[in-house]
Structure formats: C-alpha cells, structure tokens
C-alpha cells in the first residue's frame, strides 16, 4: 500500500494505485503524486495579486453555492444512484470552497442552504448550467493568474468542472 497525495487540495489516497482522479477535489489522476513526491498548490505561501484574489473569492463563492444547490437537489430526487450522485458533487465543491481558502488563508463562510427545482430533469439542466459557467470562469482564471500555483488550480478545477459536464450529459443520455 502507498500513500498518494493530491497535488491540488493536498489530501492524502492510501491504496495500492494511484487512482484516476483525486476522491476528495475530483482533480485528473496526472495531479496525484506518491506521498514523497507531492508539493500540494494549498500549501504554498505567498502574496496573491488583487486580481487573483478577486477571482479566488469569486470561485470561493460559486462553489459554496454549487455545494448548497447539490444538496439540494440530492433531497429532490426518487433515484439512490443520482442522490448520492448529487451529494459526491457537492463534497466535491465543498473540497474546491476549501482549497480556495487555504491559498487565500482565510476561514471558510457560512454555507447557506440553496433552492432548487422538484424536477430532476430541470436540476441536471441547471447542474449543466452550473457547471460550464464554472469551467469557463476557471479557464479564463488560469490564463489571468500570474502566481504559478494558482494557475495550475484553476487548470485542474476547469478540468473538474468539464468532467462533471461529462457526467451530467451521460445521465441525459
């Protein structure tokens, strides 16, 4: 067994392989590193430019909401598969809510609930909506970002997002 560590939210995987994307942050499995290897973007200390911080609390508070919203719409809906389906997204955003305040270093705000629709067809459509506002905010944030691992963080969470794009699309399929 070996212990593998997130090079984007720095937690730590025990297994016997490496696993295809990171189980806390969903970051691509090339952002997972043996233990001894890893330098996590989180655990870097530095000052952020004014634009950097403005784009960390902006995502900060996205994925807050996503987070509320995903619980939300995981008590809206008949299906176990999509109910757990909705509560692993909105961990996966929480974990994102988190990663955005350890580079900021600042304490993490009130999570308030979100609304949603009764509807699990309207919730996958806003879901979508969700996600591709967030994965194109994110690439455009790692173009702006001039501090090293800031850019690799908003990579990895634009990859994220398009993979729960992916995810969505399948369930409508």
Known sequence: ??????????????????????????????????????????????????LTKKNLQETLQLEIEANAIYLCMAGKTDSYEVMKMYKRLAKVELEHAVICTKILQ???????PELCSDAVLENFQKTLELEDHAATLYGQFAKEAIERHVKIMFTALNQ??????????????
């Not at 691509?28 to 952020?48: H, M, N, S, T, Y």
């Not at 600042?106 to 308030?112: D, G, L, Q, T």
Request: hydrophobic share 35%; aromatic share 8%; proline share 7%.
């Open 106 to 112: 600042i304490p993490m705000p009130e999570v308030k």
């Open 1 to 50: 067994m070996k212990t593998y560590i997130c090079e984007i939210c720095g937690d730590a995987y025990l297994g016997e392989g490496k696993p295809t994307s990171c189980p806390f942050c969903g970051a691509r499995q090339a952002f997972i590193k043996e233990g001894k290897d890893a330098k996590p973007v989180v655990e870097v200390k530095e000052d952020l430019s004014e």
């Open 160 to 173: 994220v997002e398009l993979d729960h794009i992916t995810l969505i699309k399948n369930y409508l399929a």
